[in-house]
């Protein structure tokens, strides 16, 4: 079990896409079923994703602001919504920072505030081998089958969610297995959680402890999740 350095990840992931991480937080509709080139579709997932990161985020190259954590007081205690988005998992050798290797997939968090809690799940996976700088493509990308649900999702520190201690975080896992390239990775992963705007409009969630394996063997490996309404 491993603990992710969450600023270094943060780094990590704004640079593959080219983004300020201190920028700030809709953005455009994910790509939605896998077909075609699978480096192609690829690009245009990441793409998408990339224009979700800079309306929730901030676009520092245009100055557009992006969305703040949600008020306390913007949390509701009724109702429910989902939020459209992605789900991200970058592998690691072990005790390096620079990842060699990347999953991404797209899918839905929801939300019920009635009950506190989170499920959702994401596939149409592809992957693809990174550069020694982490940052774009050294090989071509695969499609990875299988998905990736959210177990034990919890919204709020007045429900006891683990490692949850304001009102507008959310926590849970997210787990599965996912294969392509004659690779088998199993993903088990704890993640961190805020909510976005007041009114909500979006979620963003970073992965706190992990057990990952690639083929039977452990990896480091870092969960990206962000959403929009």
Do not use: W
């Amino acid at each position: 079990m491993t603990v992710e350095r969450t600023c270094l990840f943060f780094i990590s992931v704004f640079a593959l896409h080219g983004l300020s991480a201190c920028s700030g937080g809709g953005g455009a509709t994910p790509a939605i079923t896998a077909s075609g080139d699978p480096a192609a579709y690829y690009s245009s997932t990441q793409a998408a994703q990339v224009a979700m990161e800079r309306t929730v985020f901030g676009n520092a190259a245009t100055g557009a602001p992006g969305y703040p954590n949600s008020a306390f007081k913007a949390i509701p205690t009724s109702g429910t919504a989902t939020y459209k988005g992605f789900a991200q998992v970058d592998f690691y050798p072990t005790g390096e920072q620079i990842p060699t290797r990347t999953v991404l997939g797209n899918g839905t968090i929801a939300a019920n505030f009635a009950s506190n809690t989170m499920t959702g799940s994401y596939s149409n996976f592809t992957g693809t081998a990174l550069d020694p700088a982490g940052n774009q493509l050294a090989g071509p990308a695969a499609y990875y089958a299988g998905t990736l649900n959210v177990a034990n999702g919890c919204i709020g520190n007045a429900a006891g969610c683990a490692n949850v201690t304001r009102p507008n975080q959310f926590s849970g896992a997210l787990s599965g297995t996912l294969t392509g390239e004659g690779n088998t990775i199993n993903i088990d992963h704890d993640f961190l959680g805020n909510f976005r705007g007041s009114p909500i409009v979006a979620v963003e969630a970073l992965g706190v402890t992990n057990l990952t394996t690639i083929n039977g063997t452990q990896v480091d490996s870092a969960l990206y999740i962000i959403g929009q309404r």
